[in-house]
């Protein structure tokens, strides 16, 4: 089920008015039912029309989850798909098969304008490229209380031993948690190792494509055996809250914005929650990237946004370009800041932030102003993501299970994925 939404601004009710109307064109728009999508939507069409005030656009809402991709899904293969509409980025758009459903972006005029690493999130195998994207990227990496840092004299580390070495240095001057973990909420347990691939890229470059065709493994892959090898050394460390394994999001958050605990391998959306429970807080945490084995590579592994796209029986193709074309570009970027705010950077070249934004927001911006020091998430270049991650990361975190161990599980879980979702080689 979709609801609609007509986004429309006075101008081009006005322009209606005055007797536009055999000329205006309508744009049928479909969005996933986020209110940050929603409102971003709504702004990017309403700024759209002022500049063009003989182009309107009706937004359909649709629900999210396994009912909205079957709703993308069937409205694709039935030739009744929106003029425009959003999806995820990534591994799951390849679902959607998309160079014989979408049509092909690059000839827009601010391709080049959109960050590289986003743009391989959204190409086929031959370099067409499909979405623009329409939110701030999002990191993965390590959250961390300022003032101790200061207090202390630490500096930002840039290899997992100057992390660790931090650790110590925490450990022995203060009362406070160096490292926090949340295991009650088992997903976040496997921040560390999923943001780790930054690191695995610089390794072992084509760990992916490998990945995905059977020809790479976590427990044979040095470089991609690390993920699960950092977690083991944070609780061999000692560092660890001592309730990490009834701590929650909520109080892990708290823990790192009060500096009850000094780091917290996380997702920047998190950042939203700092400002909603602590916000008196908010200025004190930064954000840095999970560091790797080498201070000369240092990068940030990138969750991706969602994006808007052109199905190939667009009704005006042409319009549904130069939209696309126009959220690429800083006055889209700053339509959605003006509306909905900005949790992270932008992937289009030249749109800005508020000078108002968290430390830990701009903490990310070096990292995608330097080419080469992002890269998407796995889960972004492959399908093959096993559902027992978090129980093992759990396991390692907790001592339970050696690294080794499990990597050789986690294999054997994605192999059982990988034929159910039919990948060849498996």
């Known amino acids: 089920m979709t609801t609609r939404l007509k986004t429309q601004t006075a101008l081009a009710t006005l322009s ?5 109307a055999a000329s205006a064109q309508e744009l049928t728009m479909l969005v996933g039912n986020n209110v940050d999508t929603v409102a971003a939507a709504e702004a990017l069409t309403e700024a759209y029309t002022e500049r063009n005030p003989d182009v309107t656009f009706n937004i359909e809402i649709r629900p999210g989850g396994s009912e909205g991709d079957n709703i993308i899904k069937t409205r ?3 030739g009744e798909m929106a003029d425009i509409f959003q999806y995820n980025s990534g591994s799951l758009l390849q679902a959607l098969r998309p160079s014989r459903t979408l049509m092909p972006i690059n000839d827009i005029k601010n391709f080049d304008a959109m960050n590289e690493s986003f743009i391989a999130t959204v190409s086929d195998d031959e370099g067409n490229a499909f979405g623009v994207p329409i939110q701030p990227a999002m990191g993965g990496g390590i959250l961390y209380h300022m003032p101790t840092y200061e207090e202390l004299g630490l500096e930002v580390p840039l290899t997992w031993d100057q992390f660790m070495e931090n650790n110590a240095a925490i450990a022995e001057a203060t009362d406070k948690a160096p490292i926090i973990q949340t295991y009650r909420d088992s997903w976040t347990s496997q921040i560390t190792f999923l943001a780790d ?3 695995v890229q610089q390794d072992s470059p084509g760990f992916a494509e490998a990945f995905t065709a059977n020809e790479a493994k976590f427990a044979t892959d040095p470089a991609a055996l690390r993920g699960f090898e950092r977690i083991q050394d944070m609780h061999e460390s000692g560092y660890m809250n001592e309730d990490f394994g009834a701590a929650t999001l909520d109080d892990g958050l708290a823990m790192v914005a009060s500096g009850e605990g000094v780091h917290y391998p996380m997702l ?7 400002q909603q429970n602590s916000p008196d807080q908010l200025q004190d945490v930064g954000f840095f990237a999970l560091p790797g084995d080498d201070a000369g590579a240092n990068g940030l592994t990138v969750w991706m946004p969602a994006a808007f796209y052109i199905p190939r029986g667009s009704e005006h193709p042409e319009i549904a370009k130069d ?5 690429a570009t800083p006055e889209g970027c700053d339509a959605i800041t003006e509306r909905v705010g900005a949790a992270g950077p932008y992937l289009v070249e030249g749109c800005t932030l508020p000078d108002d934004v968290p430390p830990s927001v701009s903490d ?3 990292y995608f102003e330097e080419e080469g020091r992002t890269y998407p998430a796995l889960e972004f270049l492959s399908p093959v993501k096993g559902p027992a991650l978090e129980q093992l990361t759990v ?14 599980r986690y294999d054997a879980d994605v192999a059982k994925q990988a034929r159910q979702l039919g990948l060849p080689n498996w």
């Open 323 to 327: 939209f696309l074309n126009f959220v």
């Open 268 to 274: 920047t959306f998190a950042i939203g929650a700092i």
């Open 16 to 20: 209606l008015v005055l007797g536009g």
């Open 364 to 366: 990310m911006l070096p």
């Open 395 to 408: 396991e390692v975190g907790s001592g339970i299970r050696e690294a080794q161990s499990a990597a050789e």
């Open 197 to 199: 691939f930054y690191n």
């Open 76 to 78: 694709l293969a039935t």
